[in-house]
């Protein structure tokens, strides 16, 4: 009654640092008024720089939050993740974002 559920299936703040430089296929962004996804771009990048959690497809940003303001989640198949961030505006941002079979290597 007095504590909080931890929601196991919320990555931690250490969980959502180990996606940085992982490589993605591609990303969608969830359409909460129409239902479905569109996707976003393709050939992408986690980068974890500070307190930023940004996802970046051919140079262009498709989504970016502080890191500790991010609900994120491993897909049931483990072929990805989903990151969502709610705006100062009140706009609720979700994606997914498919890996790729590599890492990028810098």
Same mark, same amino acid.
Do not use: C, P
């Given at each position: 009654m007095f504590f909080k559920k931890k929601n196991k299936n919320c990555m931690t703040i250490e969980q959502l640092k180990a996606l940085d430089?992982?490589?993605l296929k591609y990303v969608t962004? &969830?359409?909460y008024e129409k239902g479905g996804e569109q996707k976003i771009g393709d050939g992408g990048?986690? /980068?974890v720089t500070g307190s930023d959690f940004t996802i970046v497809c051919f140079g262009k940003t498709v989504f970016s939050a502080p890191? /500790?303001?991010v609900k994120a989640g491993e897909l049931m198949d483990l072929s990805g993740f989903t990151a969502s961030y709610t705006g100062k505006d009140g706009e609720k941002i979700c994606v997914v974002a498919r890996y790729s079979e590599e &890492?990028?290597?810098l």
């Open positions: 430089k992982r490589q962004r &969830r359409d990048a986690v /980068n890191i /500790n303001e &890492r990028i290597k």
